[in-house]
């Protein structure tokens, strides 16, 4: 049984470079890549069992060197002129300057993410991108299993699909979240977790504020309408004093959540503030008790691309490099921007048990391979948060006294091959999905997201907290339904509960 589930978005020049296996710092790596042609399964199954980690193991010596030499073998042949001249740029420079994909220019790899998505003029969420969402919830106890309800679900998707292909001269995208599939229940489900929690930090004279909820990324904007639904109906005295703000980055989302504020099927909500601002430009400090919520948000956060000197362990971070023909380049220079450094120290700081890349092999094996002919003098790359992590430095200081309420992806299949961390890219070509091998990709036609490591997040997070601050911990989206949800609403005749059993590569960061 398969579920649509994933990101979509519609065809384009696919003009990537492929970056696999160790590099060499300041060496160029270029290849043409033809545009998508396979076609995958676009539906990977959400209720299917644990797939293989995003973390590939240490290789072992020998296929260690044999990467190395089938590498090398395949190395393409550069036809830019490498004397060029190429300005460094930033996301926010793009941003505020280019209504197109900027040429001849150097960029760490985390703005080219950032820009390729985030970008006003041609960022992938700043295009017609759209959520799915069913018109009204779906009655699940009607069907009689998950496959019935799944077969219902997906003629729906495919009729929403199916309009976005006819009109193709718009760039179209269709998601879904389980915010979406499982509405109302999965709002009220994080309603009824914040209301216990608020409760019981009232009880407990935590605090006597009123409840404050700060969500980010509200999409359509059904987990606000669900959650006050919730409070409203179940909690009229809270509801009362309740106050929502919603911060989302894209101004086409910002118009949408708005316009449902007013115009909701159920009456309005008076008590909504929705600022059109990413989170990661936030400044204001929040001093009272609040909860932050961000569901599947993390997952689009620019990620650093780092390497480490074979010998050394010295970290590179990687640079995109976009020449006058818009073909791409990754080179590696000494990690040195601010952000990735912190990253870089907070985690290298983490005590009981230390933390070590999975990209780094051991000291004694890296010896070992560099004694044998064509020794790498870089590792395998590792995607690494940086995003993330100022989100979660954001909340440290502008909200010292929230409880976060945080969900995304652990695993994805088709991840990009190679990396530690890597991400999902994809597009849509002819009706299927299409993953691809790189991240250097055209920008604004691609989805780019990424798999969260939750313990490791968390380890993070807590450290950017105020001393004092609540526990944090990871469950699974299980366990987060099985201790809130409305189980007789979301179960089918048969007993299978899409609220249980679906998105299982999902989890929760609660604090
Ligand atoms: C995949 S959608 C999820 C929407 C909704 N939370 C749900 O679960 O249905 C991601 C949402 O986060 C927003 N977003 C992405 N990056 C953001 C940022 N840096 N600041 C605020 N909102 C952001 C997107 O515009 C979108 O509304």
């Not at 017609?128 to 009689?144: E, H, M, N, V």
């Not at 019935?148 to 979240?177: A, N």
């Not at 010295?314 to 990253?343: I, K, N």
């Not at 990424?450 to 997040?457: A, H, I, K, V």
């Amino acid at each position: 049984m398969r579920v649509p589930w994933g990101r979509r978005a519609a065809p384009a020049p696919c003009r990537s470079l492929k970056t696999k296996g160790p590099g060499h710092a300041g060496q160029r790596q270029r290849q043409r890549k033809p545009g998508p042609a396979a076609k995958p399964d676009p539906r990977p199954d959400p209720r299917s069992g644990p797939q293989a980690s995003t973390r590939p193991e240490t290789p072992g010596l020998v296929k260690g060197y044999l990467d190395t030499v089938r590498d090398i073998m395949r190395m393409p042949l550069t036809t830019a002129d490498a004397s060029a001249p190429s300005a460094r740029v930033t996301a926010e420079h793009c941003a505020a300057h280019c209504t197109q994909p900027p040429r001849n220019v150097t960029m760490l790899a985390r703005d080219f993410i950032c820009d390729s998505l985030y970008n006003p003029a041609y960022g992938y969420f700043s295009r017609q991108a759209l959520i799915f969402s069913p018109r009204t919830g779906y009655d699940f106890p009607r069907f009689r299993d998950s496959a019935e309800f799944l077969k219902v679900m997906g003629q729906q998707y495919d009729e929403v699909e199916r309009e976005l292909d006819d009109v193709r001269s718009i760039p179209r995208q269709l998601w879904h979240t389980p915010t979406e599939i499982l509405k109302p229940w999965y709002g009220y489900a994080v309603a009824r977790h914040i209301v216990q929690q608020h409760k019981a930090d009232r009880a407990a004279g935590a605090h006597a504020d009123p409840l404050v909820i700060y969500e980010v990324g509200g999409g359509n904007g059904t987990l606000m309408l669900n959650i006050l639904d919730y409070v409203r109906e179940h909690e009229p005295e809270i509801y009362a004093h309740a106050e929502y703000n919603l911060v989302e980055i894209s101004p086409k989302l910002a118009r949408q959540q708005l316009s449902r504020q007013a115009g909701g099927a159920s009456s309005p909500h008076a008590n909504i503030k929705i600022v059109n601002r990413s989170i990661l430009d936030w400044t204001a400090r929040v001093d009272g008790a609040c909860f932050v919520v961000a569901m599947e948000v993390i997952d689009n956060l620019a990620h650093d691309v780092v390497r480490y000197g074979f010998e050394t362990g010295e970290p590179y971070q990687a640079v995109v490099r976009v020449h006058g023909d818009g073909e791409f380049e990754e080179l590696y220079e000494p990690a040195t921007d601010p952000l990735v450094a912190e990253y870089l120290q907070a985690r290298a700081a983490l005590a009981d048990p230390p933390y070590r890349s999975p990209a780094l092999p051991s000291a004694l094996y890296r010896r070992a391979r560099s004694l044998l002919p064509l020794a790498p003098n870089m590792t395998e790359a590792e995607f690494i948060p940086t995003h993330a992590f100022r989100f979660m430095q954001i909340l440290g200081r502008c909200f010292p006294r929230h409880r976060l309420v945080l969900s995304d992806f652990y695993r994805l299949p088709d991840t990009i091959p190679g990396p530690v961390d890597a991400p999902v890219v994809q597009t849509r070509f002819d009706g299927s999905m299409v993953p691809c091998e790189t991240y250097l990709v055209q920008p604004g036609w691609f989805d780019i997201f990424f798999p969260t490591n939750f313990e490791l997040l968390q380890r993070l997070y807590d450290r950017v907290r105020p001393a004092g601050a609540p526990r944090s911990r990871v469950c699974s989206q299980r366990e987060f339904a099985l201790a809130n949800a409305d189980l007789p609403r979301t179960a089918t005749r048969s007993g299978e509960n899409p609220m249980l059993d679906f998105y299982e590569n999902n989890k929760f960061l609660l604090s």
